[in-house]
């Protein structure tokens, strides 16, 4: 059993930072990439950034030089650092992983979202 849980959304102005965390619990050996999607009201859910085992990190065209995405192994935590926020980047928020089980399982798991609001 393997859990990802969101905290950190909220309501900001345009210009405004918000830092969104995701702790991942459970029967976890390894992760292979952690990452950031959103989904915006009525359109489809779309990759923000995301993180390999390795450190490799990939942004969308629209985050980049204004999103970071980080993690702390220590505490199986990914964080997305979201500053000069648009209203264009309202949305939920899912954290997204793939990762191997301690019963060496291969599998891909989401949370449950945590709303981002930018007011104009």
């Known amino acids: 059993q393997v859990q990802l849980v969101e905290s950190g959304g909220g309501l900001v102005q345009a210009g405004g930072s918000l830092r969104v965390s995701c702790a991942a619990s459970?029967?976890?050996?390894?992760?292979?990439?952690m990452g950031w999607y959103r989904q915006a009201p009525g359109k489809q859910r779309e990759l923000v950034a995301s993180?390999?085992?390795?450190?490799?990190?990939m942004y969308a065209e629209s985050v980049k030089g204004r999103f970071t995405i980080s993690r702390d192994n220590a505490k199986n935590t990914v964080y997305l650092q979201m500053n000069s926020l648009k209203p264009e980047d309202t949305g939920v928020y899912y954290c997204?992983?793939?990762?191997?089980?301690?019963?060496?399982?291969?599998?891909?798991?989401w949370g449950q979202g945590t709303q981002v609001t930018v007011s104009s």
């Open positions: 997204h992983a793939v990762l191997r089980t301690l019963e060496d399982s291969r599998g891909d798991y």
């Open positions: 459970g029967s976890i050996r390894s992760f292979y990439v």
């Open positions: 993180m390999t085992s390795g450190g490799g990190t």
